[in-house]
């Protein structure tokens, strides 16, 4: 019978994993349970993805009679079903350095996970003050080069590119390049704590190997240097685009040499103030050239609009008004913001999608448009309505594109006396013509708990669906506290949430030992307890199988909060005989053979 038993088991879990994301928009799938400063994720070639975050990590002292803040940086891996494949902390360092602006990880032609971190494990300064010592920490810049199987491929403490400290580093971007070299590029503002200071910006090219520095030099423009920091865009041949916040664009080589002098985009002013600028240019590659898009209030009538212009391969203006950028959308006594785009390659098209305000900014709603890559607005010159002006807030669009070159158009939106959270996506034909709208995630608080949601993304069309990853702060909101956590939800190409998707990865095994899953009473007859160790704050579910690997009964579903955590279960009318409990985590599976008397 023991042999019987254990290949029915085999058999019950060799089977693919089934779909993890919820077919529920209230519920949706958890992707990281604690709260988080910064986070990206991206999508590798076989469909899995990957998330990255970084969190307050405690203060530690530091040997000097102080203590100082860390902060961990953490990356997991999943499968296209939501299911965790692996993760790691990737560093937990002293730090100080601006979040905001810094673009983390970039993903290379192999499907490493490239990290930058900016820290202060090298900082040697400190400032004295009246009230006693203090060290006040100045950051420096590592690198870290991950295969997608979790392994450190420059070493576990990443590779340093500047290990001078520094009051302040930003902007951080990184590319890869064909032949495997990785550039990156950063601002720096005055060394050795010193609060004033010349801000430049270096570009630093890395061996695709070692990690060793080939070359590091300034960024520079008619001989000056850049200081407003520099997004990176791959150009083919070796080549990267940079593009810098005045704006203006040029374009380098692998030597970090100028292959054509810089191309001025835009010069009327009236952005944010701050490091906003950073934040609002978005780019996007374009047949070796990059569209860049923004918006801004040059005429200084506190009605913003949005806009894009193209720079082609050979650094040329390929269309914009002068250099003021083409609008994008042309309704009046409108606030227009934050567009975000996508290149359809098949048919050398662009989409775009920004939130619109009225003046007030009371009253909300989302917008689409195409664009030719000659600047034709190819739908209505107001864009296309792809979420209602209403009275209630509506932001955070993103946008996709399905395989057959299909738009599909994401936001989220605050309704119900600011307790409702809803986020839609809406799918149209290039020529405008709406498909289908489906509501990917909604849920509603209550007077104490309001599940707020911002920080919307969404990673490209893989495996026959989209997958939706946003900041919630469910379940522990309140009113007081707002922990951002990221959740997740996938949406197919017709439409649908929560369908059942083949794992890409190789079937979860059975495990018949006794990782983090114990029974008390074994046989069981009445009552008897299983307890779960070391799997604090995670998603896990407990069932039941019969012997042809078919569920009988669940006894837990949910998420644990203790390091150990007991519940109580009865076989009820359950026959006699030999059953497998089995704890399903985002891992995989542990199993427990179960004799009831």
């Given at each position: 019978m023991k042999k019987i038993l254990f290949i029915l088991v085999t058999i019950a879990f060799t089977i693919p994993v089934k779909a993890q994301w919820s077919t529920d928009p209230t519920e949706n799938n958890q992707i990281v349970f604690e709260n988080t400063y910064d986070w990206e994720s991206h999508l590798l070639s076989d469909g899995s993805f990957v998330v990255y975050y970084n969190r307050p990590d405690g203060y530690r002292p530091t040997g000097l009679g102080d203590s100082a803040s860390f902060l961990k940086h953490v990356l997991k891996r999943y499968n296209a079903d939501g299911t965790l494949i692996w993760e790691k902390t990737v560093a937990s360092t002293p730090n100080k350095t601006f979040t905001v602006v810094n673009e983390y990880v970039f993903i290379d032609g192999n499907d490493n996970i490239l990290i930058c971190v900016a820290d202060a494990r090298y900082d040697t300064f400190g400032i004295l003050y009246p009230s006693g010592l203090y060290k006040w920490w100045h950051p420096n810049l590592s690198i870290y080069k991950i295969?997608?199987?979790?392994?450190?491929?420059?070493?576990?403490n990443g590779v340093s590119i500047d290990k001078t400290p520094h009051h302040g580093i930003a902007q951080t971007n990184?590319?890869?390049?064909?032949?495997?070299?990785?550039?990156?590029?950063?601002?720096?503002?005055?060394?050795?704590?010193?609060?004033?200071?010349?801000?430049?910006?270096?570009?630093?090219?890395?061996?695709?190997?070692?990690?060793?520095?080939?070359?590091?030099?300034?960024?520079?423009?008619?001989?000056s240097n850049v200081s407003s920091g520099a997004k990176l865009i791959n150009g083919g041949n070796d080549e990267f685009i940079a593009v810098y916040n005045s704006i203006a664009v040029q374009k380098l080589d692998f030597n970090g040499d100028e292959v054509w002098p810089h191309t001025v985009v835009y010069d009327k002013g009236g952005f944010p103030s701050g490091p906003l600028p950073y934040t609002v240019i978005k780019t996007i590659p374009v047949k070796r050239g990059v569209f860049i898009s923004w918006y801004a209030d040059p005429d200084g009538d506190n009605f913003e609009d949005v806009f894009c212009s193209y720079v082609d391969m050979n650094g040329n203006l390929v269309f914009s008004t002068g250099t003021a950028g083409t609008k994008l959308g042309y309704q009046e006594y409108s606030r227009k913001f934050s567009p975000v785009g996508i290149y359809d390659a098949v048919n050398e098209f662009v989409y775009y999608e920004w939130r619109e305000d009225n003046s007030t900014q009371?009253?909300?709603?989302?917008?689409?448009?195409?664009?030719?890559?000659?600047?034709?607005?190819?739908?209505?010159?107001?864009?296309?309505?792809?979420?209602?002006?209403?009275?209630?807030?509506?932001?955070?669009?993103?946008?996709?594109?399905?395989?057959?070159?299909?738009?599909?158009?994401?936001?989220?939106?605050?309704?119900?006396?600011?307790?409702?959270?809803?986020g839609y996506a809406q799918k149209r034909t290039p020529a405008g013509d709406s498909l289908w709208t489906v509501t990917f995630t909604n849920t509603v608080g209550d007077s104490e708990h309001i599940y707020d949601k911002s920080n919307l993304k969404v990673l490209p069309f893989s495996q026959n669906q989209w997958i939706a990853l946003w900041n919630d702060n469910r379940p522990e909101a309140a009113d007081l506290l707002n922990y951002d956590h990221v959740w997740g939800q996938n949406i197919t190409k017709d439409g649908n949430i929560g369908t059942t998707i083949t794992s890409i990865e190789a079937p979860v095994k059975a495990n018949m030992g006794n990782a983090h899953f114990f029974?008390?009473?074994?046989?069981?007859?009445?009552?008897?307890?299983?307890?779960?160790?070391?799997?604090?704050?995670?998603?896990?579910?407990?069932?039941?199988?019969?012997?042809?690997?078919?569920?009988?009964?669940?006894?837990?579903?949910?998420?644990?909060?203790?390091?150990?955590?007991?519940?109580?279960?009865?076989?009820?009318?359950?026959?006699?005989?030999?059953?497998?409990?089995?704890?399903?985590?985002?891992?995989?599976?542990?199993?427990?053979?179960?004799v009831i008397k």
């Open positions: 295969s997608k199987d979790g392994d450190y491929l420059w070493g576990e990184v590319i890869a390049l064909e032949n495997g070299s990785v550039v990156v590029s950063y601002s720096q503002d005055a060394q050795n704590g010193v609060y004033s200071g010349p801000v430049t910006t270096k570009i630093v090219c890395l061996d695709a190997e070692t990690g060793e520095i080939k070359w590091k030099k300034d960024l520079m423009v008619n001989s009371s009253w909300h709603r989302i917008v689409g448009q195409k664009i030719s890559l000659t600047g034709e607005l190819v739908w209505d010159a107001n864009g296309v309505e792809t979420g209602a002006m209403l009275q209630r807030s509506a932001g955070y669009p993103a946008i996709g594109l399905d395989d057959e070159g299909n738009p599909v158009f994401l936001y989220l939106e605050q309704t119900n006396g600011q307790k409702d959270y809803a029974v008390a009473n074994n046989p069981v007859a009445g009552e008897t307890s299983f307890t779960i160790k070391g799997l604090k704050e995670q998603k896990v579910e407990i069932s039941i199988l019969n012997g042809f690997g078919k569920t009988v009964a669940t006894v837990f579903k949910g998420a644990v909060l203790n390091d150990e955590n007991t519940v109580a279960w009865n076989p009820g009318t359950l026959a006699k005989g030999i059953y497998v409990a089995t704890l399903r985590t985002q891992a995989g599976v542990e199993a427990i053979k179960l």
